[in-house]
């Protein structure tokens, strides 16, 4: 099977899957991601590995405006008008609560980990500098730090240039203050 192949096969599941989605909300579990439901849709249905299906995703979405534009309308229905999410964490017991991001820290940075070995500091900057954006906006309009994100992805994927610029002029000044030991960053040109 050729790569055309595979990109039409790809773009043709999430079409189906984000207009399924559409139709019947429960095809996500209950307070499961959409962009992770069509991600492992990719992943299952294709046979491939979560990396390949996330750069599949990416890739198509970035190309065919059409389809992001459905896929951040599911993520904003499902998400943002369909669902109160975080009642059950706010439900278990203080300990629950701590050992539970105990975890969710202990399983971040052990990604951080692994991507910085495998793929270089510039990834693991840029996936902080995403977070961080992602959950600003999610402060800033009041809603979940995963459609936030999505958010965001689905702006870098319009402005891909700028953004791409944006960030890695913001991580090659970072880089330069660090190496001078500067702490301050006033003259960030944003």
Do not use: W
Not at 41 to 59: F, H, K, P
Not at 138 to 161: C, F, V, W
């Amino acid at each position: 099977m050729g790569t055309n192949d595979k990109h039409d096969i790809a773009k043709n599941l999430i079409e189906q899957e984000i207009n399924a989605v559409m139709m019947m909300p429960t095809r996500v579990r209950e307070n499961g991601c959409v962009a992770c439901h069509i991600l492992f849709t990719l992943v299952n249905r294709m046979g491939i590995s979560e990396a390949s299906a996330s750069d599949q995703l990416s890739e198509i979405l970035t190309h065919d405006q059409n389809l992001n534009e459905k896929f951040i309308d599911v993520v904003e229905k499902i998400h943002m008008k369909q669902r109160m999410m975080g009642v059950s964490f706010s439900l278990k017991s203080r300990d629950s609560k701590n050992r539970y991001i105990n975890s969710q820290m202990k399983d971040g940075l052990y990604e951080l980990n692994v991507d910085l070995v495998n793929y270089g500091k510039d990834i693991v900057m840029r996936k902080l500098l995403i977070t961080y954006l992602s959950l600003q906006l999610a402060q800033s309009i009041g809603i979940d730090h995963h459609p936030a994100k999505e958010e965001l992805y689905y702006y870098m994927r319009t402005k891909d240039n700028e953004t791409h610029t944006m960030l890695t002029e913001f991580m090659d000044h970072l880089y330069e203050k660090v190496c001078k030991g500067e702490e301050s960053g006033s003259d960030i040109a944003i």
